[in-house]
């Protein structure tokens, strides 16, 4: 761990991030949804580079039209991870708000937040999605709920496969594997009771941390017959992603 580099990017990071805010408040509204796109999906690649986060993509997502990517869930940085190769709305638990510049930032990016505490929030959720996927986007799911070390999944809350099953829109999941000095570690892993200053303090202080961005196949295309139950479309996507840590072990 070093403090110079942690300040180095530590100040990088906060110089881009309010860069991102100002685009957010005084260029999307005049840039459209293409301009957005482009703007997320570079913007998102550079912040990796700030933080000093090498990243290998295997697969791709599709480029345009509705798609639910399925992903596990590990750190703060994997909705950057994702946006830096397609742009994608994501749905995310509502305390993400709450934190320092980068929860302003992910509201400013259009994220669906969802209200744990509500008992309607799976349908306000489900029914901003629906919105997103009408008009062509690419939303992003982590349907573990919260994050884990990375090595293997926790259990799937399928509800908000639904949506997707609805609009008939495809379903690719997509596997997070982090290393830390090329072995697999969750060192950058933001889990448990650690605070974002810690886990920060890891990250930008540390070297050596990178990250395997694995498009695995989709589980479900529309095909002219009805898409299978949400409990089925989650079983898959977990054992798709869950064979493709295993790989790794």
């Not at 293409?34 to 997502?61: D, E, F, N, Y």
């Not at 991870?81 to 995310?92: E, G, H, K, S, Y």
């Amino acid at each position: 761990m070093s403090l110079l580099r942690f300040v180095c990017r530590l100040t990088a990071l906060t110089i881009w991030v309010v860069a991102g805010l100002c685009v957010i408040l005084l260029a999307h509204p005049f840039i459209g949804t293409q301009g957005r796109g482009w703007t997320k999906r570079h913007w998102s690649r550079l912040l990796l580079v700030l933080c000093g986060i090498k990243t290998l993509r295997t697969g791709a997502p599709p480029t345009t039209g509705a798609v639910l990517l399925v992903s596990n869930h590990v750190s703060w940085l994997d909705i950057f991870l994702l946006n830096a190769a397609r742009p994608t709305v994501f749905v995310a638990k509502s305390e993400i708000r709450r934190w320092p510049l980068l929860g302003w930032l992910v509201a400013g990016a259009d994220t669906i937040f969802i209200e744990r505490a509500s008992r309607h929030a799976v349908h306000q959720a489900g029914h901003a999605m629906q919105e997103r996927f009408a008009r062509g986007h690419a939303v992003g799911l982590f349907p573990e709920g919260t994050t884990s070390p990375g090595y293997d999944l926790l259990p799937f809350y399928a509800n908000l496969f639904e949506p997707a099953r609805k609009a008939d829109a495809p379903i690719q999941p997509i596997a997070l594997i982090f290393y830390h000095h090329e072995k697999r570690s969750d060192f950058a892993a933001f889990v448990g009771e650690e605070t974002l200053a810690k886990n920060l303090w890891k990250v930008l202080g540390g070297h050596g941390i990178s990250v395997e961005v694995e498009f695995l196949a989709p589980i479900w295309q529309p095909d002219g017959n009805e898409a299978p139950p949400r409990a089925e479309l989650g079983h898959r996507a977990r054992q798709s992603i869950q064979q493709a840590l295993a790989r790794r072990n």
